[in-house]
Nanobody
Framework: EVQLVESGGGLVQPGGSLRLSCAAS????????MSWVRQPPGKGPEWVSA????????YYADSVKGRFTISRDSAKNVLYLQMNNLKPEDTAVYYC???????????WGQGTQVTVSS
């Protein structure tokens, strides 16, 4: 059974950092392109970042470029999102999912809440 479990969210002050993790089971991360998608309160989903199956290409939304870094640990089968210089507008539930631009037909985790507030 394919399962994605996010962790690492929380409350952080503006300018702070968090690292989100997405533990995969039931498949090998390196066989899929993977993404992070977020949903701010009261808004629709927003694609944030992706990494290709080879792990050598990464992609970012303009809103997070230069502040967020996507990576993965193949040995641990875990996907990460390092988030630096967080802003209040980064407040959202963050999901990991398979595919470069995930759809409802892809595998999704349950999400982890990130709140940026002073």
């Amino acid at each position: 059974e394919v399962q994605l479990v996010e962790s690492g969210g929380g409350l952080v002050q503006p300018g702070g950092s968090l690292r989100l993790s997405c533990a995969a089971s039931g498949f090998i991360l390196g066989t899929y392109d993977m993404s992070w998608v977020r949903q701010p309160p009261g808004k629709g989903p927003e694609w944030v970042s992706a990494i290709n199956s080879g792990g050598d290409s990464t992609y970012y939304a303009d809103s997070v470029k230069g502040r967020f870094t996507i990576s993965r640990d193949s040995a641990k089968n875990v996907l990460y999102l390092q988030m630096n210089n967080l802003k209040p507008e980064d407040t959202a539930v963050y999901y990991c999912a398979t595919n470069k631009v995930p759809s409802v037909d892809d595998y999704w985790g349950q999400g982890t809440q990130v709140t940026v507030s002073s």
